[in-house]
């Protein structure tokens, strides 16, 4: 992570850099939301009807630095050279004896498969544990959602359950799968890894 000269977060990760939202970011925003909203419907609950307007788009700007200046969440633009690929946030912050978040993204149709997600998701959570000092982080996603639940596996999520009628998606109440990733996962899988990097020396 670094600081960028807006005083915002860049968050770095492979070909992946994070960024806050910002106001210049709509077109291309707007321009990616909209490709995407029909297909994204069957994952996650619908946005609002004046979602994809610039006047909803710079309320949740308003809503993202609130939280940020809180410290209860972070929503980032996700770019590759400077080509906007994907959205991601770390919602629900909570410091004190919980010291939690949950993760959320969702990366552009032409982009997936590309690696993109797995930096998006290895990014957040390096923030939320290395800058935030928090001790879990936890993300849902629908048990179908195969390609989602490979990206959470690859970063160390493990399942905990199914979560009944966690959100409506699509009209209906849909069970989720509930995964999280503790800092003592990380802490636990540091020693193998260094293990396996040298036998392979």
């Not at 210049?24 to 419907?41: F, H, I, P, S």
């Not at 993202?64 to 929503?75: C, K, N, Q, V």
């Not at 982009?111 to 544990?129: D, N, P, S």
């Amino acid at each position: 992570m670094r600081e960028t000269t807006s005083g915002t977060d860049e968050l770095i990760h492979g070909p992946v850099s994070l960024r806050a939202p910002s106001k210049r970011d709509y077109r291309q925003w707007a321009e990616v939301a909209l490709r995407n909203v029909e297909g994204l419907r069957a994952w996650q609950p619908r946005w609002p009807r004046d979602y994809l307007t610039e006047r909803a788009y710079r309320r949740r700007l308003r809503l993202y630095a609130t939280e940020r200046s809180l410290g209860t969440g972070f929503a980032f633009h996700a770019f590759v050279e400077d080509r906007l690929v994907g959205v991601c946030r770390l919602a629900s912050v909570r410091q004190g004896a919980a010291r939690s978040g949950s993760l959320g993204y969702w990366t552009d149709a032409p982009e997936r498969g590309k690696g993109y997600a797995t930096a998006m998701v290895g990014a957040l959570t390096a923030f939320a544990f290395e800058s935030l000092a928090l001790e879990r982080v936890e993300a849902a996603y629908l048990p179908d959602n195969l390609a989602s639940g490979r990206v959470l596996e690859k970063a160390g999520f493990r399942k905990e359950g199914v979560v009944r009628g966690f959100l409506e998606v699509n009209g209906a109440r849909r069970d989720h799968q509930l995964v999280s990733l503790l800092r003592s996962d990380l802490s636990a899988a540091a020693p193998q890894r260094s293990r396996a990097e040298a036998e392979t020396v």
